[in-house]
């Protein structure tokens, strides 16, 4: 069983709290087991058998390194959309917050760590208690600050677009750069508000849509690309990087002599990498990235099974949908982002 302050309930019954039995978890009520190393697994498939989650399971996984490499190139990271919009002052808020009242966090699709790491960076907000939740294989491998897991932090695999099966509410849900990746993102929604206490706070980001020529490339490119085993995708998408490094090489800028609404493209000055980025064809390549990491980002782009974008009007309407009232919103190019709580 879990230790205080969260109690995982049985995904089935769902007033039945686990409870240990040898190196497992057990349901006192349907006797289902669940096993709880490396982290307690309430999913009834290996990770191989879903493909967003054979995906993730590779991206965030040891061997492929990517983890690594954004954990120890801090300047690297910065250019992600974690370190953007609206997520820096809330997780300062949450920080400040846990050093004087007891605030607890559900992560949802916590992906490699990286929200963990940043809400429990030195000094460690005492009051702070965390669960992140994901449904890739890699979760035993999130490298924790001393002893904070199984104290104030804990994981569990499971799949969002589920309530969560924990007995507890949360002060905050969070759910960065994720709800685009499960299959039906309002029903997803509707899940993460069961997770909140009154007056608690969901926070999203979501893709946004791109120009209509990116859109439509990507929707192609994204029907070839998604059936590939991850090797295969990998090895594809390592072309979008080079593609992206080699045109930057050119140091080319268009000029465009009038806005063309149609297209989504602005009259000016543009660099040719990024004028084919943003309206054809996402190449993403950065320096210090090189290709082995860019492709990373490709990859992450072209080959999870969904991901949906939103303009700003279907982000309110999913949102109305699923019972939601925004409470903050801003966007950049690439994503949404909102906060949220329920009516
Ligand atoms: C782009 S990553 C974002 C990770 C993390 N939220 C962050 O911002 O660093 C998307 C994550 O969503 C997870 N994911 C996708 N579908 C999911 C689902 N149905 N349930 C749980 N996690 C899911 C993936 O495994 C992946 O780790």
Redesign the pocket.
């Not at 699709?109 to 490699?112: E, I, K, N, T």
């Given at each position: 069983m879990t230790p205080p302050p969260f109690s995982l309930v049985c995904p089935e019954h769902r007033q039945s709290v686990l409870s240990l039995s040898g190196d497992n978890l057990i349901c006192p009520a349907c006797g289902r087991t669940f096993s709880r190393n490396p982290v307690p697994d309430l999913l009834g498939y290996v990770p191989e058998e879903n493909p967003?989650?054979a995906h993730?399971t590779k991206q965030?996984g040891s061997p492929l390194g990517f983890n690594r490499f954004l954990e120890k190139n801090k300047k690297a990271e910065l250019v992600t959309m974690?370190k953007q919009l609206g997520w820096p002052k809330l997780f300062d808020n949450i920080r400040r917050q846990a050093e004087t009242q007891e605030v607890k966090v559900f992560d949802a699709?916590?992906?490699?760590g990286?929200?963990f790491l940043d809400l429990f960076r030195a000094p460690i907000p005492g009051r702070l208690y965390y669960l992140g939740?994901?449904?890739?294989g890699a979760l035993g491998d999130i490298q924790s600050p001393e002893r904070i897991l199984g104290e104030q932090a804990f994981f569990v695999r499971?799949?969002?677009?589920e309530p969560l099966p924990v007995a507890e509410k949360f002060d905050y849900v969070i759910c960065?750069?994720?709800v685009h990746?499960?299959p039906d993102p309002a029903r997803t929604l509707r899940s993460l508000k069961e997770a909140l206490k009154p007056g608690g706070v969901l926070a999203i980001s979501v893709y946004t849509k791109k120009a209509p020529m990116r859109e439509a490339v990507d929707t192609a490119l994204r029907e070839m690309i998604v059936p590939l085993p991850s090797e295969e995708a990998y090895s594809v998408c390592r072309q979008l990087s080079v593609l992206g490094r080699d045109l930057q090489k050119t140091g080319a800028k268009i000029t465009i002599s009038e806005d063309l609404p149609f297209l989504g493209i602005s009259s000016g000055e543009h660099e040719l990498q990024s004028f084919i980025y943003e309206h054809l064809i996402k190449c993403w390549y950065n320096d210090q990235f090189g290709i082995e990491h860019s492709t990373a980002v490709n990859f992450?782009w072209y080959h999870p099974a969904y991901a949906y974008r939103f303009s700003e009007d279907e982000l309110y309407s999913l949102v109305e949908e699923a019972g939601l009232v925004v409470a903050g919103f801003e966007s950049n190019k690439y994503q949404h982002y909102a906060e949220l709580r329920a009516e």
């Open positions: 967003t989650a993730y965030w974690g699709a916590c992906g490699r990286a929200i939740a994901d449904i890739h499971w799949d969002i677009s960065r750069a994720s990746h499960t992450d």
